[in-house]
């Protein structure tokens, strides 16, 4: 039986604080107010992925974009659109992944990558983590952003997963943890924010603090 392990994207395997980095420089230049501007992004980018219809994230991005121009009073942020689009193709590996990953892959697992993102990105995303995953399925996939059950749903549907055969591991604990433990997944909480636990409506989780746990984890659930 193939052992399947699913993996979220942002902050568990890519570094997305350039990003965030990217849009408060723009801020601070236009007028010091850059960390209100990631504020902003931040909360926009959740309202559009959670209060309206689905839209694939390239035109979410640009609508958030128009959202914080329109509350800092300024008009750089759709202007620096392709730019900051742009970043989502760079992002990197943490330190802690790339030797995680091979050693799964050296151990017969099978990987898959979940993600908040369109298809083009995932290309993008395949590319920067070594074509490692062998498949994968984004927002754009399902209609919908995680934690959406349905995202999980298709993902369970798509790749046959069970508890038998699959884990799923990653940091977001709302968008990730908490979905996976209403679907009954076997999953692994990468705490790398050092919490001291998470709810008790999720446990039973398995806890690491870094990916280079990973392996040693995984021979105690699949």
Known sequence: ?????????????????????????IGDKKGGFGKKAVEIFH???????????????????Y??????DMEMNTNVYVASYDEILDIHRF???????????????????????????TKEMLEWHQKSLDYLFDDAICAEDCHCYKPSLNFFSLTE?????????????????WWDIVPAAKMGWKRIWVNSDHLSCGRTQE??????????ELVDCLSQIL
């Open 203 to 212: 446990m039973s989780y398995y806890m690491i603090a870094s990916m280079n």
């Open 91 to 117: 992002f990197h590996p943490f330190s802690d992944v790339m030797n995680a990953l091979k050693e799964c892959k050296k151990q017969g697992y099978r990987l898959i990558l979940m993600s908040n993102c």
């Open 63 to 68: 609508e958030v974009l128009s959202y914080c």
């Open 43 to 61: 909360n926009y980018e959740d309202r559009l992925m959670y209060g309206e219809d689905f839209r694939s994230y390239d035109e979410l991005l």
């Open 1 to 25: 039986m193939n052992k399947i392990l699913t993996f979220d994207c942002y902050g568990t395997l890519l570094d997305t604080s350039n990003l965030y980095a990217y849009i408060q420089k």
């Open 157 to 173: 549907d798509t790749f046959h997963l069970s508890d038998a055969n699959h884990c799923h591991i990653a940091k977001g604990y």
